[in-house]
Structure formats: C-alpha cells, structure tokens
Antibody, heavy 127, light 112 residues
C-alpha cells in the first residue's frame, strides 16, 4: 500500500529548531521527487520545498530560505525537513507529498502534480 | 511568483446539481515544454488534500467522472456534474509551471 507518514511535529519556542520526517512505503521512494506543503490553522495550502528524486536539486519558498533544509535518505525511504529559527508564522500542519509520475514509452515523466499525501504533522511555534 | 485566484469563497449547492469553481493565474501557465501544469485538489474536512485533476483536464486514478477540468492559459474551471454529499470540502487549484508552486485560496463546497 502506497503510503506517506509524517512525524516529528510538536510545540517549540520561537527561535528553536525542529526536524520533521516523512516515511514512505509501498513504492520505489528513490524514483520520486518529494515535497513539503504546509497549512496554517484555518488557512489554505502553502508549498514549502521540493527535493529531486536523487537529492540533486532543492527549491524553497522565499519565507523559509536560509532557515529550512530539505533532505532525503533513499536507503531509509525517508525525507526530512530541518527547520531552524522557527517563527510563530511557521505554525501549521506540515504535509509531505509525492510528485506524480507517469511511465510510458520506456521513460517516466513528472506530471507536475502531487498524487500521494501524508496525514500531516502539526508544528506549533509558541512561547 | 504566480498568484492563483479562486472565485467564490463559499459555494452552497443542492445535491444532484452541478457546481463550478473558477481559478485564474496572474500569468500564463504554459510551460516551456508546451504543457500547462494546472491541477485541482480536494480537501475533505479533517483530511489531507487529494489529487483530482492534473494538466488541466486529466482525471487522476480513482476520481469519479463527475469531476472534470477545463481551461487554458490563465483561466481554468473545475466542474462537478452532479454534486454528492461526499464532495463537501475545500477545492484548491495549484500551478506547477514554475517555482514556487502556488495554490489558490480555496473554494468551499457545501450542501444547501
């Protein structure tokens, strides 16, 4: 069964750090790009970061650049989000999501959409 | 950044009736490869988002055929041909033509 499960959320003081994990199962994790998306309480979705299937490229939304680091360990089927210098505005449910891929004609191509999502983990930044 | 704007913050619909949700982007979503990377997601209460449509009109695996997507360039529409009770939730459009990926503000579908 294809599945993503986030962990590592909690309550943390402003300025402190937290590391989120996203464990994958049921598919060849190392073949897929992966994303973090967050949702503040009662608000909409905000894309946070992406990492290529092999870790070769990473992109971030401006508000987290220099503070958050996305990484992955394909041998452990796990993606991470290291969050430093946390702010109150980082309070949100953090979801990991898989980049959708279609395979045809001997190759696999990104569909530029997010097809599998985890249940999310809540991060609360508060003193 | 590309700004995604969804009309109608809330839309109450009668069961069995159609519903339509609009999404507009601040610039064309046509990628340099010729594709338009606009997708639609559904978020039911208390659940993570779920992919419905990708590349404007392609229904994702397992999505009922009452959901359809259309549009081009900067204007896009998600239609539900006959709303069912399980369709209650918030619908988001998302562009993946460039980084950062951006979402519309969401449109809430409720049953009248």
């Amino acid at each position: 069964q294809v599945q993503l499960v986030e962990s590592g959320g909690g309550v943390v003081q402003p300025g402190r750090s937290l590391r989120l994990s996203c464990g994958a199962s049921g598919f060849p994790f190392g073949s897929y790009g992966m994303h973090w998306v967050r949702q503040a309480p009662g608000k909409g979705l905000e894309w946070v970061a992406v990492i290529w299937h092999d870790g070769s490229n990473k992109y971030y939304t401006d508000s987290v650049k220099g503070r958050f680091t996305i990484s992955r360990d394909n041998s452990k089927n796990t993606m991470y989000l290291q969050m430093n210098s946390l702010r109150a505005e980082d309070t949100a449910v953090y979801y990991c999501a898989r980049d959708a891929v279609e395979c045809s004609g001997g190759g696999c191509y990104s569909l530029f959409a997010f097809d599998i999502w985890g249940p999310g983990t809540m991060v609360t930044v508060s003193s | 950044d590309i700004v995604m704007t969804q009309t109608q913050l809330s839309s109450a619909v009668t069961l069995g009736q159609p519903a339509s949700i609009s999404c507009r982007s601040s610039q064309s979503l046509v990628h340099s490869d010729g594709n338009t990377y606009l997708s639609w997601l559904q978020q039911r209460p208390g659940q993570p988002p779920r992919l419905l449509i990708y590349k404007i009109f392609n229904r994702f695996s397992g999505v009922p055929d009452r959901f359809s997507g259309s549009g081009a360039g900067t204007d896009f529409t998600l239609k539900i041909s006959r709303v069912e009770a399980e369709d209650v939730g918030v619908y988001y459009c998302m562009q993946a033509t460039q980084f950062p990926r951006t979402f519309g503000g969401g449109t809430k579908v409720e049953i009248k």
